[in-house]
């Protein structure tokens, strides 16, 4: 159910199944096109069970660096990697699936990248039903992977670039969320640092946004 890639990143089985994808007219904050739908997961899947840190990437790119906001860096060995490309992903998920013996994904066409039909057996982004089916961990009905309210527990929700707010923001954290402390991350907080979902997986929702 659970394996290592060769730079010691978990990885967790998802297993198929159908679930209910988007968000109903009724939720708050929906968005045109997040329609709520059965969607079917025919394969199993293996996941990370943590964000991509700094220095997981740095073994594929010695040299690479996620930079700072304000005073406070982003590029901690153990925080995520971010103000990556698209295309850097792929390249850097190829070299990983050859590093383990499988076969890369991705492949360059006209100077950009695309899966490769049929599809490979190497590591590759999910897709965006894959992502919310693991991010939902099985919970039915509920707006958040946890439940119904937002839990700070779970996710580091003031993050830069996170899908909510930014803890420089007083007005924000004075107004919805009062007297709250994060523990002490201004920006990113490093890779599973807050609770993980059913799954066993974490930071799906909060800290950096995720590609698919």
């Not at 005073?71 to 998920?93: C, F, I, K, M």
């Not at 890369?104 to 990248?113: S, T």
């Not at 999910?126 to 991010?135: G, L, M, N, S, V």
């Amino acid at each position: 159910k659970q394996v290592e890639t060769s730079l010691g990143q978990e990885v967790v089985l998802i297993r198929p199944g159908e679930f209910m994808m988007g968000s109903s007219r009724r939720e708050q904050g929906r968005r045109s096109n997040e329609v709520l739908r059965s969607v079917g997961i025919s394969e199993a899947f293996y996941l990370g069970v943590r964000e991509v840190s700094n220095a997981d990437f740095r073994e594929f790119r010695p040299d690479y660096d996620s930079g700072s906001f304000g005073n406070a860096s982003l590029n901690e060995d153990d925080q995520p990697v971010v103000r990556v490309t698209w295309g850097e992903v792929a390249e850097y998920l190829n070299w990983l699936s050859i590093r383990d013996g499988f076969q890369p994904v991705y492949e360059q066409i006209d100077g950009g990248w695309s899966v490769v039909r049929p599809l490979r057996n190497g590591y590759r982004l999910p897709t965006e039903a894959e992502w919310e089916k693991a991010t939902r961990g099985w919970l039915i009905g509920q707006r958040f992977p946890w439940g119904a309210n937002i839990n700070h527990d779970y996710a580091n929700y003031f993050a830069y670039g996170s899908a909510f707010f930014c803890d420089t923001s007083p007005y924000t954290i004075n107004t919805y969320h009062p007297n709250y402390d994060d523990g002490g991350f201004p920006y990113t907080s490093p890779v599973g640092s807050f609770a993980a979902n059913n799954y066993a997986l974490y930071d799906m929702e909060g800290n950096v946004y995720e590609m698919c």
